[in-house]
């Protein structure tokens, strides 16, 4: 039985239907009154997507096909999948389209701006004898961080104070992904 229900020319109306034969047309059984007829596949348009990948100071083109009536959002995760390159997990950071959108139609896009979020630069700050010090380390981008925590980072060892999240504000737990700054104190 397939998912969708199919409009039955003898029925006059929608019913569940079971596939016979697949292919540029596909040929189905109602499941009511048994009249067997072909169903014309709809085929999903694909466009040809620029995407400017940000991953710390490095930022490079890569090029990948979705569907044209996907509607994208600055802010959403998006899968860029290159096949020239790697594939790498992002968050949408901008939308242009004949200016900058918040969101928009795949198909009305000419370049998709966004930051790597599968592993990521995570800056930290500890807090010593009078002294910051501060490190930029590389952390998987779903690694969770927790105020209270206590982490080690090139020898020193200490606790989360205080973190700020990239968008607005300050967390007492998040990911690394969504991480601007970690604060903490020597232990």
Not at 23 to 49: A, D, I, Y
Not at 137 to 152: L, N
Request: charged share 30%.
């Amino acid at each position: 039985m397939l998912d969708d229900q199919i409009f039955c020319p003898t029925c006059g109306a929608d019913t569940d239907h079971t596939m016979i034969k697949s292919g540029q047309e596909n040929l189905v059984r109602c499941v009511e009154c048994e009249t067997v007829h072909s169903v014309q596949v709809e085929r999903e348009r694909l466009v040809n997507l620029k995407v400017i990948v940000s991953n710390d100071e490095l930022s490079e083109p890569y090029y990948i096909r979705i569907p044209a009536k996907d509607v994208l959002h600055v802010g959403d995760e998006l899968l860029v999948d290159d096949p020239a390159k790697d594939v790498v997990m992002t968050e949408i950071s901008s939308l242009e389209t004949d200016r900058r959108v918040r969101s928009a139609p795949a198909e009305t896009v000419k370049t998709v701006w966004a930051r790597a979020t599968d592993d990521v630069p995570l800056k930290i700050s500890v807090y010593r004898n009078g002294n910051t010090h501060s490190f930029k380390i590389p952390v998987s981008g779903d690694e969770v961080f927790e105020v209270g925590e206590a982490r080690k980072v090139e020898g020193f060892k200490f606790v989360i104070v205080k973190m700020k999240l990239r968008g607005e504000g300050f967390a007492d737990r998040a990911e690394a992904k969504d991480i601007q700054r970690v604060w903490g104190r020597e232990l």
